[in-house]
């Protein structure tokens, strides 16, 4: 069992920065591939970035490859989103995730958060 507590959202202006934590309970996290998604207001809920167990590997989705950055640190149980120049379609609910392997498909992955909210106005 993995438990999941995202934290870090909030109301920003275009361009600016944000980073998301989110951490994690139970002993899987650090064999864990961890992920964050991401669902707008009508939208479907989409992949934004995801990080293997050790960190050697990242993936991210087009939109939002050079600006957001993956990363984690397993002796705090803890993986981060650093988000960048961010813009007005960048706001959503923040969902992380937690699963075998670091897969761009939900469906990959058994464990969620409960989201933070970020607001990107212009």
């Known amino acids: 069992q993995v438990r999941l507590v995202e934290s870090g959202g909030g109301l920003v202006q275009a361009g600016g920065s944000l980073r998301l934590s989110c951490a994690a309970s139970?002993?899987?996290?650090?064999?864990?591939?961890m992920s964050w998604f991401r669902q707008a207001p009508g939208k479907e809920r989409e992949f934004v970035a995801a990080?293997?167990?050790?960190?050697?590997?990242?993936y991210y989705a087009d939109s939002v490859k050079g600006r957001f950055t993956i990363s984690r640190d397993n002796a705090k149980n803890t993986v981060y989103l650093q988000m960048n120049s961010l813009k007005p379609e960048d706001t959503a609910v923040y969902y992380c995730?937690?699963?075998?392997?670091?897969?761009?498909?939900?469906?990959?992955?058994?464990?969620w958060g409960q989201g933070t909210q970020v607001t990107v106005s212009s």
């Open positions: 995730a937690a699963g075998l392997v670091p897969g761009r498909g939900s469906s990959t992955y058994h464990y």
């Open positions: 139970g002993r899987t996290f650090s064999t864990s591939a």
């Open positions: 990080i293997s167990w050790s960190g050697g590997s990242t």
